[in-house]
């Protein structure tokens, strides 16, 4: 199967051209993009170099002629901004509001290639690392792509689609942040590492990708920091999230493995007299892939790339949306849970909602579900209903499980309700005809709930409580096809 590039989403063949290059041993070469040669180039060419499955400080790949460019170029040369001064990671730029200055790795990774004096050289061609405007990305990007665990692969592109101020942004944020679905009060853990990028703007000042790589820093660093900007009209935040496997999911892998190497050992045994070389080699690669019993080492990770959409680009349904579309694996459409309400200001984006779900439907290959934001408010405004007479308190656990029978119940009942209360002239058939339409949905496209709290509602406000939300595990659970306790484990 061909390799997609994870930034512009175009797949790659022969004709296709990256650089590979290892940020540790400052070594770089030319690689076509056709499947059999990308998938043995996924390492740094130097032999005993041990930068494989690292991100930080591990391989990279550059696809040139991509549409993505470094936040560095300018349009006709790679430099560092001059209103810009870097510190290994650190970063100080003329930021209107808040931290001037933060840390992250991939300033550091920028930084370096900018200054580079690697080459990467074939017959006909020299290339420095120095003067490739595309940007860079992990190798374990494409890595995951392709990698295969129980029938499945490791990673999953999601795009995250829907109207203006939905919390498209604030929910690809938390589900990068450790600490943004996995509270301390529930002694449980994750490890998570991040890799971020957004579409260059020519004629700014600060590149988008500096102000969302300022917010990952604080709330990495769980310092305070302003609510998010919506995404810049005609762009797209590029968010990919990489999560170590836990015990119970390398357990699962090594079991899998081993059931489906278990003939080719058996032939490989009977073939040992004929030809021992050949089966030393075929020793080697099963325990390159599986791992000696109680190897800590973890083989693989998952990756969850989020790609957000902006919403002026949603409603207009430019020809980016298609691309995305028809790029990645899987479709969430984010929907603030107050469009739910009745005489809701919102009431307007009901129909491109209605007409959203429809196109989903008519892809028909391409699974998607439904992400309803700021469902705190929600349930409260529901709380305050008299003639509502469905008991929230003893379901909001559940809901936020992803039980889809409750969930279901909870809308249903909603619907029901103004459906039996609503005045005859003033009834609110969009609201209703999208209750219904989300209710009818199957298993296969769910229905998620999400309540983020300690964000103020106000854009001028600071944030000074590190966010924490409810029902966003269940969500990049459905996105990787996998089980919580696989990337979730007690402390």
Not at 182 to 187: E, G
Not at 393 to 400: A, D, K, M, V
Not at 441 to 469: G, I
Request: aromatic share 10%; proline share 4%; with cysteine.
């Amino acid at each position: 199967m061909a390799y997609k590039c994870p930034l512009c989403l175009k797949e790659l063949g022969v004709a296709d051209k990256l650089i590979r290059y290892c940020y540790q041993c400052d070594l770089a070469d030319f690689v076509k993009g056709n499947a059999e040669n990308l998938g043995n180039s996924l390492k740094c060419k130097k032999a005993n170099c041990k930068t494989h499955g690292q991100i930080e400080a591990g391989v990279y790949f550059a696809h040139l002629d991509c549409e993505k460019s470094n936040p560095f170029w300018n349009g006709n040369t790679l430099n560092i901004p001059d209103n810009a001064a870097i510190d290994g990671i650190e970063i100080t730029l003329p930021f209107s509001k808040g931290d001037k200055s933060f840390k992250h790795w991939q300033i550091n990774l920028l930084n370096k290639t900018v200054n580079s004096e690697a080459e990467a050289k074939s017959a006909n061609e020299t290339q420095n690392i120095s003067e490739v405007n595309e940007m860079w990305f992990p190798a374990l990007l494409l890595k995951s792509s392709q990698e295969k665990r129980a029938g499945k692969k490791t990673g999953q592109g999601v795009a995250l689609i829907g109207t203006k101020k939905a919390g498209k942004t604030i929910l690809a944020l938390q589900v990068l942040d450790e600490e943004g679905y996995v509270s301390p009060n529930l002694n449980e853990k994750i490890e998570i590492e991040d890799y971020l990028y957004c579409t260059r703007l020519e004629g700014v000042t600060i590149q988008p990708i500096f102000e969302l790589l300022r917010l990952r820093s604080a709330m990495w660093a769980n310092r305070p920091f302003y609510v998010p900007p919506p995404t810049v009209r005609e762009t797209v935040n590029f968010y990919t999230v990489f999560y170590s496997p836990t015990k119970v999911a390398l357990e699962k892998k090594q079991t899998t493995e081993t059931n489906g190497k278990s003939d080719l050992i058996g032939q490989a045994v009977d073939f040992t007299e004929k030809a021992n070389s050949f089966w030393e080699k075929i020793v080697a690669k099963f325990k390159e892939i599986v791992g000696a019993p109680g190897n800590s080492k973890k083989p693989f990770r998952f990756a969850l790339s989020l790609y957000d959409v902006a919403g002026e680009n949603f409603e207009k349904e430019v020809e980016q949306i298609e691309q995305i579309k028809s790029g990645v694996d899987k479709i969430a459409l984010v929907i603030d849970a107050a469009d739910l309400v009745e005489n809701s200001e919102a009431q307007g984006f009901l129909a491109e909602h209605r007409r959203a779900l429809k196109k989903l439907k008519d892809i028909g290959n391409k699974p998607y579900c439904v992400v309803l934001t700021k469902t705190d408010l929600f349930v409260k405004y529901l709380e305050t209903i008299p003639y509502f007479n469905y008991e929230i308190g003893e379901s909001r656990q559940q809901i936020y499980k992803g039980n889809q029978t409750i969930i279901k119940e909870l809308l249903e009942n909603w619907r029901k309700t103004i459906a039996a209360n609503a005045d005859t002239e003033n009834r609110p058939t969009n609201l209703l005809n999208f209750l219904n339409d989300l209710v009818a949905l199957d298993a296969q496209n769910p229905v998620f709930m999400v309540e983020t709290r300690n964000l103020p509602t106000d854009a001028e406000q600071m944030v000074e409580k590190q966010p924490f939300s409810m029902g966003i595990d269940n969500f990049v659970c459905w996105c990787l096809e996998i089980e919580r306790e696989e990337i979730i484990e007690p402390l």
